[in-house]
């Protein structure tokens, strides 16, 4: 197949697989505001109605972004200027940091490593065990809260066009069809458009991966870290995906030893 028929392939692929992940993700975050670019980094920025946490994180997927991941003074000032009083309103603002486990350290959503805090005094103090998620206050100032915490606006970043790389050709390696746990009748598949890798699993539930400079994948919505090992993907959670279902046999009675044992299920 020649590149150009490829590439044709790996768009509609993208396309069919955008539209299902925006149909199966029960969003219901609007924008109020965007896109508007950030001179200084070239990023798009969005501003969605209040909601959840969560949902404020897929419906800035869905945006082809994250929520935003602020790494510096200016784009701190930037951001609060922009959009902290938008339309004369005050408005409180969810970030894209985040807990991936109760108590423990702040991460950004894109796996980025994040060296910039703008925390109000006193935060973060996780009152109640549960304050897994940053909001920008009103005074622009940092504060930890729980996922439902509301009214809370999202705030979405969307890399600028001009720098959204094409995927690599270690990236384009991965889409096709996968199996969960070598399970034939596991489907799982990965898909991409011309820069943006969507992993669905057997349950039919979508999420951006992204390719972090360690190597790994990342799947912001499932939290989930993928090492990449020869033709499968190991995922954090526990489970693996293959390229071909596992095949099994059953080990003939004539191998049994002596002492009784049963025949077992052997992986070639």
Sequence with gaps: MSGQKIMKTLIVAGILAMAFFLAGINSRADIIAGPVTNPTNGHEYFLLTPDTWSVSEAEAEQLGGTLAVIQNDAEQEWAFSQFGNYAGTNRSLWIGLRRNSPG????????????????????????????????LYTSGKWNDNTDTANPVCGLVEVPGKSNEPALTAREKSFI???????????????????????AINENREASRIIETPEGFLFSPIWKQHVTVQGDKLLWSWGNWWSREPVKFKMVTASLETNSGDRPADVSK
């Design 176 to 198: 096709g069809d996968w199996y969960n746990n070598g399970d034939p009748n596991h489907h799982c598949h990965i898909v991409g458009t011309q820069n943006q890798l969507f």
């Design 104 to 135: 423990g350290p702040f991460v950004a959503v894109t796996d980025a490593r994040v060296n910039y805090f703008n925390w109000n005094a006193g935060e973060p103090n996780n009152s109640g065990g549960n304050e897994n998620y940053v909001q």
